[in-house]
């Protein structure tokens, strides 16, 4: 798969202008550039009255919200307010490959009764690899819907692009498959 360089902005216009219910799939190319997606898709979703579900491989809790707070998010406030959450993707997907999907569907259910226009997630799969658990990757990918239900949830499963591209071409096209949309 190649990529080119789009700008951050023309990615982060793509997930945000995707559907609720959709199960999109973002390949990036290096941390710089996904700070500055999740960053800005975090602010444009809570601004949304979305609550925003991140996952977070390569950069630590407190990285995540040094970048969120630079984009003039108030962090601690958001995490208060259950309007922001942020996992650890090792103990999201490796102690329990479900427990991320099974957590998004218990918020996305409280999302609706807190009337909020519905979830954002961006759930970094970078965990798999650093794992070798390249064969449960797949398995999960393929176990996943393009559409979700409940329908008040998108999200993008993301991946750095020196992951993706160790993958045989057989690998990637099974994971890109999986999704409803690709944005790279």
Request: proline share 3%; glycine share 4%.
């Amino acid at each position: 798969m190649s990529m080119s360089s789009p700008s951050s902005s023309s990615l982060v216009q793509g997930i945000r202008h995707s559907n609720f219910h959709d199960h999109n799939m973002l390949v990036y190319p290096d941390l710089p550039t996904y700070r500055k997606i999740y960053s800005e898709s975090a602010m444009l979703a809570l601004d949304n009255n979305e609550v925003v579900l991140l996952v977070t491989t390569y950069d630590s809790f407190d990285r995540v919200k040094d970048s969120l707070t630079q984009e003039g998010i108030s962090v601690n406030d958001e995490i208060k307010n259950g309007n922001l959450v942020i996992l650890d993707a090792v103990r999201a997907y490796q102690i329990d490959i479900h427990d991320a999907l099974k957590f998004a569907t218990t918020l996305a259910k409280r999302a609706e009764g807190d009337r909020k226009s519905g979830v954002f997630a961006l759930t970094e799969m970078g965990s798999f690899f650093i794992a070798e658990r390249i064969a449960s990757l797949l398995e999960y990918e393929a176990s996943l819907p393009k559409k979700w239900e409940p329908n008040n949830f998108k999200s993008a499963c993301t991946y750095h692009n020196g992951d993706f591209a160790t993958l045989p071409k057989q690998q990637q096209e099974t994971i890109i498959s999986a999704h409803n949309r690709v944005f790279a």
